[in-house]
C-alpha cells in the first residue's frame, strides 16, 4: 500500500480527519471506489493548510473510480453549469474571482483553460499568461504585474502561471537569493489574505504530471508538426531539475494553501479526468456565491414591444 501523498482531510472541520488516502493505482484498500464517486473533488483534492505534501507519492493517474466513457457528458453537464453561474455572475457584476492555474511544464494548464474557459463569454473572463518579467516589471516589486491582472466585479479571472512562478522558476534557478524568496510565501499569503477580505473569491490548482508522462508529452510536441511549435530545448533544460521543481512545488503548496485561497492538487496525467476535477471545483465554488441576474426594471414584465 503506498503512503499518503497529503494527508486527505475533509473541509468540514466537524468531520474530523477522514481514514486518509484514496486507492492507488495498485488498487489501495482504503476507501471503496464508488464511495469515491460519492466525493466532491472539492473535498478530495484540496490541499488542507498545514499538510505535508509528497509529490513522489501522489498518484498523477489516479482516477477516483470515475470512467473514461461517462467523462465526456459528465463534463458537458459541467459546462453547462459554468455557462449558466458565470452568465449570472456577469451580469450582476457584483463577485470576483481568480483562478490560479499552476504545473510543471506540459501539465496541462494551456489545455484546461482552453476547455473551462471555452464555457465562458470571453468578455468577462480574462486570461493573464504570465511570462517571464519585461523590464519595466522587473524594475518593480514582484506583485505589481499581477495586481494588475486581478479580475474586477463580475469577472472570473485566469491566471496562467502566476505570481507563485516567486517561489518556483526563481528558486530553481536563484534568481534572487533565498533570503528574499522565502519571505514571499508569507508576502503571497497577506496579499491573498487582502484580496479575500475585500470580496475576491480565490482558487489555485496545481496539476501534478509525473516525470514520465512529460517525456511522453515532450515527446508528442517534437512528433507532431502541429505541436512542435510548443516544443523548445529550454524545456528539456528544465526537465533535468524535476527535483528541484518538485521541492519547490511541494513547499509551495504546504506554506500557501489557506482556508480562504486553497490549492487542489489535480492528479493530471488524464486530461478526461483533470477537467471534471477542475470544471467540477470551479462550479461548485461558483455555486456557493449565488450569483443572480440583476432584478428588471419596474415593470418590465410582459411589456409588448412595438
Ligand atoms: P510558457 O508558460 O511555456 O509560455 O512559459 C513562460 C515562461 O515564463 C516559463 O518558463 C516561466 O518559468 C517563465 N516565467 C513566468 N513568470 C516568471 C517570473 N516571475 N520570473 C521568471 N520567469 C518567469
Ligand atoms: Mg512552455
Not at 35 to 56: I, N, T
Not at 122 to 132: D, E, I, L, N
Not at 225 to 238: I, T, V, Y
Amino acid at each position: 500500500m503506498r503512503a499518503p501523498a497529503i494527508r486527505w482531510v475533509e473541509q468540514d472541520q466537524h468531520a474530523g480527519p477522514t481514514t486518509a488516502h484514496y486507492p492507488g493505482r495498485d488498487g489501495g484498500t482504503m476507501m471503496a471506489s464508488k464511495k469515491d464517486e460519492q466525493r466532491s473533488f472539492r473535498r478530495l483534492l484540496a490541499v488542507e493548510p498545514g499538510s505535508k505534501v509528497d509529490l513522489g507519492e501522489f498518484d498523477a493517474g489516479e482516477t477516483f473510480g470515475r470512467d473514461k466513457d461517462a467523462a465526456e457528458a459528465d463534463l458537458g453537464k459541467i459546462l453547462a453549469r459554468l455557462a449558466d453561474l458565470q452568465s449570472r455572475l456577469w451580469a450582476e457584476a457584483k463577485h470576483r474571482v481568480l483562478v490560479v492555474m499552476q504545473g510543471i511544464d506540459a501539465a496541462g494548464k494551456d489545455g484546461t483553460i482552453q476547455v473551462i474557459a471555452g464555457a465562458f463569454n470571453p468578455q468577462g473572463t480574462p486570461v493573464t499568461s504570465f511570462k517571464v518579467p519585461s523590464p519595466i516589471e522587473q524594475a518593480h516589486d514582484y506583485l505589481w504585474r499581477v495586481h494588475q491582472r486581478i479580475p474586477g466585479k463580475g469577472e472570473i479571472g485566469i491566471f496562467n502561471r502566476s505570481h507563485y512562478e516567486e517561489v518556483l522558476v526563481v528558486r530553481v534557478h536563484e534568481l534572487v537569493p533565498e533570503e528574499r524568496w522565502r519571505k514571499r510565501y508569507g508576502h503571497v499569503r497577506d496579499f491573498e489574505r487582502m484580496l479575500t477580505d475585500e470580496g475576491v473569491t480565490i482558487l489555485k490548482f496545481f496539476l501534478a504530471i509525473d516525470r514520465d508522462e512529460q517525456r511522453q508529452r515532450f515527446q508528442e510536441r517534437v512528433d507532431d508538426p502541429a505541436k512542435r511549435w510548443k516544443f523548445s530545448f529550454g524545456d528539456l533544460e528544465e526537465r533535468k531539475r524535476w527535483d528541484d521543481y518538485r521541492a519547490a512545488f511541494e513547499e509551495m503548496l504546504e506554506e500557501t494553501s489557506t482556508k480562504y485561497a486553497p490549492w487542489y492538487l489535480v492528479p493530471a496525467n488524464r486530461n478526461w479526468l483533470r477537467n471534471l476535477a477542475v470544471g467540477e471545483i470551479l462550479a461548485d465554488t461558483l455555486d456557493d456565491l449565488k450569483p443572480a441576474y440583476p432584478p428588471a426594471e419596474e415593470g418590465a414584465e410582459g411589456v409588448k414591444v412595438e
